[in-house]
């Protein structure tokens, strides 16, 4: 007996906007894999027997969808009973998909279908003037296929012919529209979970993290001549959506690519995989293998132009290329014994310019083992009108209407910004399928942070191949006038090591002597500002004497020095509140008096210190900077916790003569003279 589900608002929102184009995703998974036909032909057959809420007519409904689907679809070796039945009662009806070429020595249309092996079967010129779509790679459709005794006899005679159909699609010229104008009645998050329940997920049981990398995989499916990787574990579904959701995409399981199959053959000239699907798979990727030795040559030509030449021909194709594959180990074990990219096949795995071709590396490990449990109970969009809606959002493009409101950071090649912009692209179409629809900038700058990271995922692996070449990865962006933002890559942070890319503004990363047993320590030093007049200070409660009185001093010089640090800013009309967090044993926060001076500035300024640097020194209360007493223990602490640059006073200079070759090598000092020297050398260029 089918379940009671209770209806929630996007439920109620999503049956009145999309009337006749929803389906209850449960009810679908009845009959995924138990007949010869995809997800999608299922769900369109609940749509509409099932179409209510009542769990009565509910059950009525699954019974019809059962009995069509087992006397209609012809199963493996059943074809020549068809046939029979056809031949015995002039007519039978099926499930089946339906194409349709144009033969020019009869100057007639002639009809396939597949699951009966007959390729010429005779059509009416009307059904295919009103059905286009079989010319164009087909539909499943039902059918009504008569078989004519008098015409089997005749020399050549076509005996079956196709009486009448009933598409087995929702798609329509206008279903674009359909759902640009529905999308209008949800807000965003709205809409996003709409999305993950139409492929078949619950959004609820999933985090935001989750969810969006679920959302990043269907980027491929709007988007023209795409390249993703995904690398995770087993179990994930990583392959479920280009198997059962769109008959756009075509799924390669491992084992040997023909370069005639993929791309053109030759001999025929009849185009590859990548000129017929939206969206092209390989699951099991390190398993894969041309059958030719130029075929990654082949390959990586097309992935940069969406080009391929054969012969004398160049043949231009839009498929995407998704790569899906498992991890045998933790991230951060193969992150200690290679890279990233390591499971891809030999001749792909080492290969940065292959690399360079990858847009996005969405990051598979974050997604969860897949159970029942996440799969969703409640309404989506049938799969079919959805992926038709994809299909149409690959000729469009939301770049246009947010030109202008990003800004990206020079740390980006021309490459890494065309793959950027690509997988913005793609995630705004999927929002707003509307292309006059207002872009928000809450939107806009979470699709810019996703395509940063999983584009930034690409560059760290071949920084760790060829380091010299790709040591840049300081990805950032600014949206419209406000301060500058990093992405990093999840994976590669660590709370007590420092990172090389800048920290947010107002943030800076200090280092104080702490005589006593415990040695040196490191700190976080965070400062906001919040316009107006009144209390700010110190955040840290009971914080010790000695961390006071480094603030007291770093205020009394922001106060007296605001001219030189700040320019016209008035300090006493910023609230400024400061939190000091301790890394190490180390906590007495003594002497951070000039770090905390240069986060408060850097917080008014709204400018970032430079990545991977700590801060060391204190100040007096006329502005003075005090010496530093033990500067070689400092740049090997600041060695150990990964730093690259050092900003010290100058009066510790002559002791680093004395550190080892290695802290040398891997720590570059840079020393200051005063408050204003060592702003100027700390912020971000």
Not at 350 to 365: E, K, N, S, V
Not at 369 to 386: A, E, I, M, Q
Not at 577 to 588: F, G, I, P, Y
Not at 653 to 680: C, G, H, M, P
Request: net charge negative; proline share 4%; hydrophobic share 40%.
């Amino acid at each position: 007996m089918t379940e009671i589900v209770s209806l929630d608002s996007i439920d109620e929102t999503a049956a009145s906007a999309f009337e006749g184009y929803v389906v209850r995703k449960d009810l679908a998974q009845q009959f995924k894999g138990a007949y010869p036909v995809p997800t999608y032909v299922g769900e369109f057959l609940i749509g509409r027997y099932c179409a209510t809420t009542d769990l009565e007519e509910i059950e009525e409904g699954l019974q019809i969808v059962r009995r069509l689907l087992a006397d209609r679809t012809v199963r493996a070796g059943e074809e020549e009973l068809f046939k029979s039945r056809a031949r015995e009662r002039t007519t039978v009806k099926l499930i089946d998909l339906v194409k349709a070429r144009l033969d020019a020595k009869s100057n007639s249309y002639v009809a396939e279908l597949p699951s009966l092996g007959l390729r010429d079967v005779r059509i009416d010129d009307a059904i295919v003037r009103e059905n286009e779509r079989m010319l164009t790679g087909g539909f499943y459709a039902e059918v009504d296929l008569f078989y004519d005794a008098a015409i089997a006899e005749e020399k050549n005679g076509k005996a079956f012919a196709v009486g009448s159909l009933r598409p087995i699609q929702l798609s329509t010229r206008d279903s674009l529209t359909r759902l640009a104008e529905g999308r209008a009645r949800f807000n965003s998050e709205q809409w996003k979970h709409l999305l993950l329940r139409s492929v078949g997920f619950e959004p609820e049981k999933l985090s935001s993290r989750e969810q969006d990398i679920l959302l990043l995989r269907m980027v491929p499916f709007v988007q023209r001549n795409f390249n993703m990787v995904e690398l995770g574990p087993r179990g994930t579904g990583k392959s479920h959506l280009f198997q059962q959701v769109s008959p756009y995409a075509h799924l390669i399981s491992g084992g040997k690519a023909s370069v005639a199959r993929m791309f053109v053959n030759n001999a025929t000239g009849q185009r590859g995989l990548v000129a017929q699907y939206d969206v092209v798979c390989f699951d099991e990727v390190s398993g894969v293998s041309f059958d030719q030795k130029d075929g990654v040559n082949i390959m990586k030509g097309y992935m940069e132009s969406g080009e391929f030449s054969r012969g004398r021909e160049s043949i231009r194709a839009d498929g995407s290329i998704m790569l899906v594959g498992n991890f045998d180990v933790d991230v951060a074990h193969q992150q200690r014994i290679g890279h990233l990219l390591s499971p891809l096949p030999p001749e792909m795995r080492d290969d940065t310019a292959f690399m360079d071709r990858i847009h996005a590396y969405l990051p598979g490990w974050d997604v969860p083992k897949l159970n029942p449990s996440y799969f969703t109970d409640h309404f989506g969009l049938v799969s079919d009108f959805l992926s038709e809606c994809w299909s149409r959002l690959r000729d469009q493009s939301r770049l246009a209407s947010i030109q202008g409101r990003i800004n990206y950071s020079d740390a980006l090649s021309g490459r890494d910004l065309s793959a950027v912009k690509k997988t913005v692209d793609g995630l705004l179409k999927l929002l707003y399928p509307d292309s006059e629809a207002l872009i928000t900038d809450e939107d806009l700058e979470w699709a810019v942070r996703i395509a940063l990271e999983c584009r930034r995922r690409v560059k760290e692996q071949q920084r760790r191949i060829g380091s010299a070449e790709f040591r840049n990865t300081q990805f950032g962006y600014r949206l419209g006038e406000g301060a500058e933002q990093f992405v990093s890559t999840p994976e590669l942070a660590s709370p007590d090591s420092i990172g090389l890319d800048p920290l947010p503004p107002g943030q800076v990363w200090a280092m104080s002597e702490n005589m006593g047993d415990n040695g040196p320590g490191l700190y976080r030093v965070v400062t906001s500002d919040t316009p107006g007049t009144g209390s700010g200070g110190l955040l840290n409660q009971a914080a010790p004497a000695s961390l006071r009185e480094s603030f007291k001093v770093a205020e009394q010089n922001l106060f007296a020095q605001s001219r030189v640090l700040v320019g016209d800013r008035d300090p006493r009309s910023h609230i400024l509140t400061t939190q000091v967090r301790a890394l190490d044993a180390a906590n007495s926060g003594a002497g951070l008096g000039m770090p905390i001076l240069l986060a408060q500035c850097s917080a008014m300024l709204e400018r970032s210190v430079r990545g991977g640097m700590i801060v060391v020194g204190n100040l007096s209360l006329g502005g003075g900077v005090e010496t530093v007493v033990n500067a070689v223990t400092l740049a090997e602490h600041a060695m150990e916790k990964g730093a690259s640059l050092l900003l010290l006073p100058v009066n510790a200079r002559r002791q680093l003569l004395d550190v080892s070759d290695e802290v040398a090598t891997k720590v570059t000092f840079i020393f200051y003279n005063d408050a204003k020297d060592a702003l100027a050398k700390a912020l971000d260029e």
